[in-house]
């Protein structure tokens, strides 16, 4: 088992920064993937992107340029620093982990976090 836990949320104008951590305890691996997903109310929870432990990444291409992911593999952890925020960004971000390659489908990922609320205005 592999337990994440989100930290960094809140609310944030509109052009601000915000930076989401995600700290994974238990079974985790050494050759795995990290992502963010994120729900905003009434949609389908999306990806925001994802890095391996590599540290190849990827990321949606409403948030490339903005958004920046990393790793810390001693410390199995994953951040998201997030810029240029805008209204639409504002969901819940949700930390998963899934073994080797990254993926954007939330159904390839295994364990995910509570999640962490994101509330951007305008």
């Known amino acids: 088992q592999v337990q994440l836990v989100e930290s960094g949320g809140g609310l944030v104008q509109a052009g601000g920064s915000l930076r989401l951590s995600c700290a994974a305890s238990?079974?985790?691996?050494?050759?795995?993937?990290m992502g963010w997903f994120r729900q905003a109310p009434g949609k389908q929870r999306e990806f925001v992107a994802a890095?391996?432990?590599?540290?190849?990444?990827d990321y949606a291409d409403s948030v490339k340029g903005r958004f920046t992911i990393s790793r810390d593999n001693r410390k199995s952890s994953v951040s998201l620093q997030m810029s240029s925020l805008k209204p639409e960004d504002t969901a819940i971000y949700y930390c998963?982990?899934?073994?080797?390659?990254?993926?954007?489908?939330?159904?390839?990922?295994?364990?995910w976090g509570q999640g962490t609320q994101v509330t951007v205005s305008r």
């Open positions: 998963a982990e899934k073994a080797y390659f990254p993926s954007t489908r939330a159904t390839d990922y295994n364990y």
């Open positions: 890095i391996d432990w590599r540290g190849i990444t």
């Open positions: 238990g079974r985790t691996s050494t050759t795995n993937t």
